[in-house]
């Protein structure tokens, strides 16, 4: 379970910070240019400070019953990442990746390609918006804090049919994401308000061999 959960966790919080410096355009796509616009703010957001938070990531079937719930943590700063989630940590300082599983006490680390990191999920969200997805507003959700915009994949083949994110009209940071997955599940992170960090260091997003001295390192470089 762990081995699904946390690429699902990657593609929907890096794809706003991975790859942000390119705005988000679309390619032959019937978009809403509003609802557009707002995700290249949101994207433009957390591209303007590193920020971290807290969050629920909770598994629901298509009754919306819940499966699973689990806690987390996330930092950003610009294509720097750091994850947590039930028991697993990844770390990216924007060249090289380690992810530490605490069951197994092993840390893999890697020097992923743009493809490699397509195929764990964090740009892949990203390349997705730029060139095979619909964007419009959530007509059925209404709020006067919050943006609610779904994003739809022209291609029926991909796992899930729609993202909704939710987006703060104030701040433009996400609220909420929700993954709608052809099989029936919904997969929902909703953040803690994300606070900045004040003086981030590239060590916040860097696997520390001294928290972890007897654990296994796989050096896949």
Known sequence: ??????????????AFAANAQKP????????????????????VALQQAAYEGNYNF????????????????????????????AGTEMYYDGKTQWTYVKDLNEVSITEPTPMELAESSPLAMVKGY??????????????????????????????????QLVISKKTYLVNRIKVSQRNGDRVTIALDALTPIAQPTVAMF????????????????
């Open 58 to 85: 909770t598994v629901a079937g298509q009754d919306e019953k819940v499966r699973q719930t689990l806690k987390g943590q996330v930092k950003l700063w610009k294509e720097k990442f750091f994850i947590s989630l």
């Open 24 to 43: 988000v355009t679309m390619i032959s796509s019937p978009s809403n240019a509003q609802a557009k616009a707002v995700v290249d703010k949101a994207i």
């Open 1 to 14: 379970m762990k081995k699904i959960l946390l690429p699902l966790l990657m593609m929907v919080f890096v």
């Open 206 to 221: 860097t696997y520390s061999k001294e928290a972890h001295p007897k654990a296994t390192v796989s050096d896949l470089r």
């Open 130 to 163: 730029s060139k095979g997805h619909r964007v419009d507003f959530d007509e059925t959700a209404t709020d006067e804090k919050f943006y609610y915009v779904s994003v739809y994949p022209l291609n029926h083949g991909l796992d899930y049919f729609r993202v």
